[in-house]
C-alpha cells in the first residue's frame, strides 16, 4: 500500500465518512489505482525492512517464518516445483501472447518477407528461377531446399504469420476483456490524501460579502455535473456526509483506439490470407484488334491461389481497338528525346454474354474493373507480322511476333519457332529496329527513334529439331541453338536476313523457304488481378489507422473531488479538494487542473472562491489558534 492510500486520522475530519471508511482504501482494487505519489503506473510501493534491522536471516535475504533450522542457520535452500507438462504450456502460451512477442513477430515477418524482393520467385517468374539456379549450382540448389525461391508459401514465412496471428488474438481478447469489465465498473475509491496525488488543489468556497458556505452536498453535485460535461463519467459517494466525495474519469476511448487497432491488424492478416487463398493472378498480351476472353487457356500465365477453382472465373471479355503513345520531341534536352510520356488503350468491355459492351480507356496507373477483376497496363511494344513459308510451299507460319524492347529506341529482340516447317523445323532470332539507321561512324545498324520510321528486321535463322516435340516446356523467348545448324547469321557467310518495306521478302539458303515481312502492330501487356481481400484490407487498414490516432491523442486521466465543511473564527466554510492522476504519460494534467480551477471559480465567484490552507486537521488547528 502506498502512503498515498493510508489513511490519516489527524488530517481527516471527525465523523467523515472518509476517516469510518479508511480501511476499505487498504484492499488490492485502491492499490491498483493509486500508488506511491508521483507514480501514474498504478502499481503498489514495494516495502522493506530498514538497514540493520531482522534477524542475520533477513538480512541475509531470507525472511525467516517461525521456529526451525531454516530460522536460525542464516541460509536456506528454496526448492522451486517442477512446471510438469501443463504448467510449460500456460508459460509457453503467456509468453507468445505478450504484445512484445507480438512486436517481435511483426518485425520478424517483415525480416522475412525481404528474401522476395532479392530473389526471382516462382510465383512470378520460372524461367528466372531456373536461370539463377543455372547461374549458381553451388548456392542455388541449397537456396531452393530453403523455399527462398518460394519465400511467401514457404514453411518458415507461414509459421511466423501464424503465430503473429494467435499472438495478436491472445492479447486482445482478454485485452478487450478487461476493459469491458474496468467500463462497467465504477471510477475507484476516493484516496484519503488528495494533496499527494501529482496535481491537487484546495479551494475554500464562501465568505465574500459574509455570503454563507454553500451545502456540500450541492457542492459536490455541482462538480458532478461540471466534470460530465467535460466528458468525464462520475460516480458520487458519502451524500448526506460531512465529507462528500466523487471518483471520476475520462479517456476510455484511448484503450478502446488500442484494441481497435490490434484487432484491425488481426483482420488484416485474415483478409490478406484470403486474397492469397482464393485469388490469381495473370498474364495476356494482345496486339491490336484482339480479344482476350476470360479463360484459363486464354492466359499466357496463370497463377491462382491455393483454393481457387478455374471454374470460378467470369466470362467477361477485352478487346484492344486502338493504342497510342506519346513521345518527348523536345530537342532542347537530347538525353530525353523520345522517351515515352504516356501511353493508353482503348479497349472495349463485354461483363457477360449478351450484355452490351462498354467503352474503356486503359492506361498506367489506370487499371479497370471487370467484375471484380483489376486489368493493368504493363507494357507495350511492337509486333512485327511475319509470314514463314517452308521449302515445299507451304505457309508454316503467318502472324504477328512480340518483341520484347530493351532501350529507349525499342530495339526489341525477338524468338520465332516454326515447329511445322519442312523438310526441316525452323527456329528463328532477329531484332526489330523501328526506324532502321546505318551508324557511319561504327557501320552498325541501329534505330534512331522508337517511333516506326523506317521498320526493318535482322534475323538469324536455324534449321533443324526445335525439342518441342517430347513435351518438355521452354521459354518462347529463348531459342536453344545447341542442336541446330546455323543457316543465315552474322556469323555465316549468307549473312543475316534483312527485311525492310522496300525489301519484304526474302529466300532462304538450302531450299528451306521464304520469310516475309508484313506489316507492324502494336500489343499491349495487361496483368489481370483478382484479390477478394483487398477491400477488407483496406478497411481493417483504415480502422487501424483510426485506433492509432485514438490511441495516441485520448488521454486516459481520473479526477477525485472531497467536500469539507470546516469551521472557522468567521464562520463555516466548504472546502474543495480535487486531485488529478493521469493514467500513463500526460503532459496535459496540469492544463486541465487549472481548466478546472477555472470552471469552479465561475461557479461560485459570487459567494468568493479561494486558494484554501484549511486542508488538514494541522492546518485548521493553526488557524483556530491564531
Known amino acids: 500500500m502506498s502512503p498515498a492510500e493510508q489513511p490519516d486520522e489527524s488530517q481527516t475530519p471527525a465523523g467523515s465518512s472518509a476517516h469510518r471508511d479508511s480501511s476499505a482504501y487498504r484492499d488490492s482494487n485502491a492499490r491498483k489505482d493509486l500508488g506511491a505519489p508521483g507514480d501514474s503506473s498504478g502499481a503498489p510501493k514495494k516495502w522493506g525492512r530498514r538497514k540493520g534491522s531482522g534477524t542475520g536471516a533477513e538480512q541475509g535475504g531470507v525472511t525467516a517464518h517461525g521456529s526451525g533450522p531454516e530460522s536460525t542457520s542464516g541460509t536456506s535452500e528454496v526448492a522451486v516445483p517442477a512446471l510438469g507438462v501443463v504448467g510449460m504450456l500456460r508459460w509457453a502460451w503467456s509468453q507468445l501472447t505478450r504484445m512484445n512477442t507480438a512486436l517481435f513477430l511483426l518485425l520478424l515477418l517483415a525480416v522475412a518477407a525481404v528474401p522476395g524482393s532479392i530473389f526471382p520467385q516462382r510465383v512470378q517468374d520460372v524461367a528466372a528461377v531456373n536461370s539463377y539456379i543455372e547461374a549458381n549450382p553451388t548456392t542455388g540448389p541449397v537456396l531452393d531446399r530453403l523455399q527462398f525461391f518460394d519465400v511467401f508459401s514457404s514453411v518458415w514465412f507461414s509459421a511466423i504469420y501464424l503465430l503473429?496471428?494467435?499472438?495478436?488474438?491472445?492479447?486482445?481478447?482478454?485485452?478487450?476483456?478487461?476493459?469491458?469489465?474496468?467500463?462497467?465498473?465504477?471510477?475507484?475509491?476516493?484516496?484519503?490524501?488528495?494533496?499527494?496525488?501529482?496535481?491537487?488543489?484546495?479551494?475554500?468556497?464562501?465568505?465574500?460579502?459574509?455570503?454563507?458556505?454553500?451545502e456540500a452536498d450541492q457542492v459536490i453535485e455541482r462538480v458532478a455535473a461540471i466534470l460530465k460535461k467535460r466528458r468525464y463519467r462520475v460516480d458520487v459517494r458519502d451524500l448526506g456526509s460531512n465529507a462528500p466525495s466523487l471518483g471520476a474519469e475520462r479517456g476510455m476511448w484511448k484503450e478502446v483506439g488500442n484494441i481497435l487497432f490490434h484487432l484491425a491488424m488481426v483482420g488484416i492478416l485474415i483478409f490478406v490470407a484470403y486474397g492469397s487463398l482464393f485469388g490469381f493472378m495473370g498474364q495476356k498480351i494482345l496486339t491490336v484488334g484482339d480479344t482476350f476472353a476470360n479463360s484459363l487457356i486464354s492466359y499466357d500465365s496463370f497463377t491462382p491461389g491455393s483454393n481457387f477453382n478455374a471454374d470460378w472465373l467470369d466470362p467477361f471479355t477485352i478487346r484492344v481497338d486502338d493504342f497510342r503513345v506519346e513521345y518527348n520531341r523536345d530537342t532542347s534536352d537530347p538525353a530525353s528525346y523520345g522517351i515515352p510520356l504516356h501511353y493508353e488503350s482503348d479497349v472495349t468491355i463485354t461483363d457477360a454474354p449478351g450484355e452490351e459492351p462498354r467503352q474503356e480507356v486503359l492506361s498506367v496507373n489506370r487499371p479497370i474493373d471487370v467484375d471484380g477483376v483489376s486489368a493493368y497496363l504493363i507494357g507495350n511494344g511492337y509486333a512485327p507480322v511475319v509470314r514463314v513459308t517452308d521449302g515445299d510451299g507451304n505457309i508454316a507460319y503467318e502472324g504477328p511476333v512480340v518483341t520484347v524492347p530493351e532501350d529507349t529506341s525499342n530495339i526489341s529482340p525477338f524468338t520465332l519457332k516454326v515447329p511445322d516447317s519442312s523438310p526441316e523445323q525452323l527456329g528463328l532470332t532477329g531484332t526489330f529496329l523501328p526506324t532502321a539507321w546505318t551508324d557511319e561512324a561504327t557501320g552498325q545498324l541501329t534505330s534512331a527513334d522508337p517511333d516506326l520510321g523506317n521498320p526493318a528486321l535482322v534475323l538469324s535463322v536455324y534449321s533443324g529439331d526445335l525439342?518441342?516435340?517430347?513435351?518438355?516446356?521452354?521459354?518462347?523467348?529463348?531459342?536453344?541453338?545447341?542442336?541446330?545448324?546455323?543457316?543465315?547469321?552474322?556469323?555465316?557467310?549468307?549473312?543475316?536476313?534483312?527485311?525492310?518495306?522496300?525489301?519484304?521478302?526474302v529466300e532462304l539458303p538450302n531450299g528451306l523457304g521464304t520469310v516475309e515481312y508484313l506489316e507492324t502492330q502494336r500489343y499491349v501487356g495487361l496483368d489481370l488481378h483478382y484479390d477478394p481481400g483487398t477491400r477488407g484490407v483496406f478497411i481493417s487498414f483504415c480502422l487501424a489507422f483510426l485506433g492509432l490516432i485514438m490511441s495516441l491523442f485520448i488521454v486516459r486521466r481520473r479526477a477525485w473531488v472531497r467536500v469539507n465543511t470546516v469551521g472557522t473564527e468567521a464562520g463555516p466554510r466548504v472546502v474543495l479538494e480535487y486531485g488529478l492522476l493521469a493514467r500513463g504519460e500526460d503532459p496535459r494534467l496540469e492544463a486541465e487542473a487549472e481548466n478546472l480551477v477555472e470552471l469552479f471559480t465561475a461557479e461560485w465567484e459570487q459567494i468568493g472562491v479561494r486558494d484554501s490552507h484549511l486542508t488538514t486537521t494541522a492546518a485548521r488547528q493553526k488557524a483556530s489558534v491564531q
Open 164 to 214: 503473429l496471428f494467435i499472438s495478436l488474438v491472445g492479447c486482445v481478447i482478454p485485452r478487450a476483456r478487461k476493459h469491458w469489465q474496468a467500463w462497467r465498473a465504477q471510477p475507484p475509491r476516493t484516496p484519503a490524501r488528495l494533496q499527494r496525488l501529482p496535481v491537487a488543489r484546495s479551494l475554500e468556497l464562501g465568505g465574500r460579502d459574509g455570503a454563507p458556505a454553500p
Open 467 to 505: 525439342g518441342l516435340d517430347d513435351g518438355t516446356p521452354q521459354n518462347v523467348y529463348v531459342l536453344d541453338v545447341s542442336n541446330l545448324n546455323e543457316v543465315a547469321s552474322p556469323m555465316t557467310s549468307n549473312g543475316p536476313v534483312m527485311l525492310s518495306e522496300a525489301n519484304p521478302r
